[in-house]
């Protein structure tokens, strides 16, 4: 689980893909005495596993499910990667609840400056993505928490504020870009179950109650 704030600006040193896995080798600031085999990290907002570290670099093993669903493999030698690792109990949520697990990839059709801040407008490679967004609700795009300014039928924007801008990867994008996309986790259980699915019965709790209710 991570919170979406960017810890670390980073840069893919290697992406190696082979017809049975792929891997990839990212140059970071973060300090390697921290780092540990097997923790989770979040390259673009995509849960990867730490399989290599040491002397200011990580690998990591990518799937090809992984490949297909984000733009990990489109990413090019030098490109800029934001990274964080996963959150502890102890920590603050400055952001929001993330998982790692992109629902869709969306591509920059805007980017413009706003008063003191750049607005962004995405638009979604699958359309039926936006019915998982609401205006001020959270998203993160490549890892990056933010807050969703309006939504369309196809499109969302968002306000990126200076600082935000120049600690991560947004900074070098430009229209017609891609990026990975992460809906609100609680977003996407409220939607499942206005769509109507069956909810397991607590234990304890009568039918009566539930329909009382509104559950049954």
């Known amino acids: 689980m991570f919170t979406g704030l960017i810890e670390d600006l980073g840069q893919l040193e290697s992406l190696q893909q082979g017809s049975q896995q792929c891997s990839l080798t990212i140059v970071t600031g973060l300090p ?30 990518v799937s090809p ?6 733009t990990l493999g489109s990413l090019r030698r030098g ?10 109990l102890s920590d603050r949520l400055g952001g929001h609840l993330v998982t790692g697990h992109v629902d869709s990839v ?17 638009r ?6 936006t019915k998982l967004l609401i205006a001020k609700g959270s998203v993160a795009v ?5 807050t969703v ?13 200076p600082h935000t801008l120049e600690m991560t990867s947004l900074k070098a994008s430009q229209v017609g ?38 559950f049954l």
Request: aromatic fraction near 8%.
């Open 65 to 70: 499910e992984t490949l297909g669903v984000t």
């Open 142 to 146: 490549d890892g990056i928490s933010l």
């Open 177 to 214: 870009d891609k990026v990975n996309v992460e809906t609100d986790l609680i977003g996407k259980y409220v939607a499942r179950f206005l769509e109507g699915e069956t909810l397991p019965k607590p234990a304890g709790i009568s039918a009566d109650i539930l329909a009382k209710h509104g």
């Open 32 to 61: 390697m005495a921290e780092l540990q085999l097997g923790e989770s990290i979040a390259v673009n907002g995509v849960c990867l596993t730490v399989t290599r570290f040491g002397g200011g670099r990580f690998t990591a093993d």
């Open 106 to 122: 969306a591509q920059i059709v805007e980017r413009r400056l706003d008063a003191n801040a750049w607005r962004f407008v995405f």
């Open 124 to 129: 979604f490679d699958d359309s039926g993505s």
């Open 79 to 88: 490109s800029q990667v934001n990274i964080e690792r996963a959150m502890r």
């Open 149 to 161: 300014n309006q939504v369309a039928a196809d499109t969302f924007s968002v306000a990126i504020i």
